[in-house]
């Protein structure tokens, strides 16, 4: 059972890019999160979602960033017109269950850069 | 809002000393704290957690405490050793739907 998988792992982009990031949770795990950490600092999380539904958006910026878990295919966190202040790792986990019964399982990162 | 805190954030030790992280959270509902490890460029990763029906879980040298009542737990590390060196996050739920963390502590073992 392959583990979650995040690509790009590193992603450069000029400010006003977009940055497309893509998340394959483990099979049979039917919940996402992403977190963003900045350099020395926690997990921040951003939003969780199930496939089709987003369920909690509340740490995500509400403009510029938007996430998808599609029916078929990963889930995609977009960041558009990026500026430097995105810069950071971000971190997909995803777990069979709800977060009050079980792990999460992260993937390695995708570590955006901003110039 | 919901608020993980934990302390501290920068812990240097003896190798062969003990460690000891604390975390506090706010969201009375909360009933599943687990700790997770990060190496430098890694992922995290689960080391060991605990429910809220037992006060504490040991796993060889690593132990969780859990204070309900005070909305605090422990992360005990034994016998430390210079590849537990590393970033430890305390997370619980916040919510019915997602999981917060704490800021971070970052461990030295010292040689």
């Known amino acids: 059972n392959a583990g979650v998988m995040q690509n790009p792992r590193h992603l450069v982009r000029r400010r006003g890019q977009e940055a497309r990031l893509r998340c394959s949770p483990m099979k049979g795990h039917s919940h996402v999160y992403w977190y963003r950490q900045l350099p020395e600092e926690g997990l921040k999380f951003m939003v969780y979602?199930?496939?089709?539904?987003?369920?909690?958006e509340s740490g995500m910026p509400k403009e510029r960033f938007s996430a998808e878990f599609p029916k078929e295919g990963p889930s995609i966190l977009r960041i558009q017109q990026v500026v430097r202040g995105d810069s950071a790792a971000y971190f997909c986990?995803?777990?069979?269950?709800?977060?009050?019964?079980?792990?999460?399982?992260f993937g390695e990162g995708s570590r955006l850069t901003v110039l | 809002g919901e608020n993980v805190e934990q302390h501290p954030s920068t812990l240097s030790v003896q190798e062969g000393d003990s460690a000891v992280i604390k975390c506090t959270y706010s969201d009375s509902a909360s009933n599943y704290f687990p700790w997770y490890k990060q190496e430098l460029g890694k992922r995290p990763q689960l080391i060991i957690d605990i429910r809220s029906n037992v006060g504490e879980k040991k796993d060889q040298r690593i132990a969780v405490t859990l204070n309900k009542t005070a909305k605090h737990f422990s992360l005990h590390i034994t016998e430390t050793q210079p590849e537990d060196s590393a970033v430890y996050f305390c997370?619980?739920?916040?919510?019915?739907?997602?999981?917060?963390f704490g800021k971070g502590t970052r461990l030295h073992i010292l040689p």
């Open positions: 979602l199930q496939k089709e539904n987003i369920i909690d």
């Open positions: 997370a619980a739920p916040a919510g019915d739907d997602k999981i917060i």
């Open positions: 986990a995803s777990s069979p269950r709800t977060v009050h019964t079980g792990e999460l399982f």
